[in-house]
């Protein structure tokens, strides 16, 4: 079965900082797909990055990075220089193999930036 | 391009009553899926849809919940009776239909609450 654990439950950094939002999974399947997803006080899910198993290259999209480690089974999300607008719960998921199109999601992290 | 859409986006019942939720796909999006996130819970998926069948349905809790489909465009989630552990925000996303795992796109959610 596959899983998710975001260990991180809230977060508070003040704006400017870099903060680094923690993922762990777990998945015996050899083709699998990760995401992460936004969810601002609004409560729509926004997507974010998704990057499947065979491709390890970090992504960097602005002031956004990813991390993808297969030797730890992690994908870690990093912001740096935080924005008051970067508040939000943000989901790390997981889907592919046996678990099919179903995505799996982490309990979330909660990021607040104050100013 | 409109996104996912759902509606409504509160409803407030009693124990025992009938409610019905509906989602509309990103136009062309043969995938459509619903998940749900009770308060303190994980996001856990309840179904999926390939244009008008059930692909997957292992996350519906009971046979409380009945999902459509017909025409293969907008779903409906009918949960019947309702009950208090029913309450949480209900998440439709929908996907392209590929063969591979695509990204799925997120509606508002509908949040529920059972009294």
């Known amino acids: 079965a596959q899983k998710v654990t975001q260990a991180q439950t809230e977060i508070s950094v003040v704006e400017k900082e870099d903060v680094t939002l923690d993922c762990v999974y777990e998945?015996?399947?050899?083709?699998?797909?990760l995401f992460w997803y936004k969810q601002p006080p609004s409560g729509e899910l926004v997507f974010l990055i998704r990057?499947?198993?065979?491709?390890?290259q970090n992504e960097i999209s602005g002031r956004y990075s990813w991390n993808f480690q297969k030797s730890t089974s992690s994908f870690n999300f990093t912001i740096t220089a935080s924005q008051v607008v970067d508040s939000a719960v943000y989901f790390c998921?997981?889907?592919?193999?046996?678990?099919?199109?179903?995505?799996?999601f982490g309990k979330g992290t909660s990021l607040l930036v104050t100013p | 391009e409109a996104g996912v859409t759902q509606f409504p986006s509160h409803s407030v019942i009693e124990k025992g009553q009938t409610v019905t939720l509906r989602c509309d796909p990103i136009?062309?999006?043969?995938?459509l899926y619903w998940y749900r996130r009770v308060m303190g819970k994980e996001i856990k998926f309840l179904l999926h849809f390939v244009k008008e069948s059930k692909q997957d349905e292992s996350g519906m809790p009971n046979n409380r919940f009945l999902a459509e489909r017909t025409g293969g465009t907008y779903s409906t989630l009918k949960v019947q009776p309702a009950e208090l552990e029913d309450s949480g925000v209900y998440f439709c996303?929908?996907?392209?239909?590929?063969?591979?795992?695509?990204?799925?796109?997120f509606g508002p959610g509908t949040r529920l609450l059972v009294l």
């Open positions: 136009s062309g999006h043969d995938n």
């Open positions: 990057r499947n198993s065979f491709d390890e």
């Open positions: 998945t015996r399947d050899t083709t699998y797909y």
């Open positions: 998921a997981l889907s592919g193999g046996n678990s099919g199109y179903a995505l799996n």
């Open positions: 996303a929908s996907s392209q239909l590929t063969g591979l795992i695509e990204t799925q796109y």
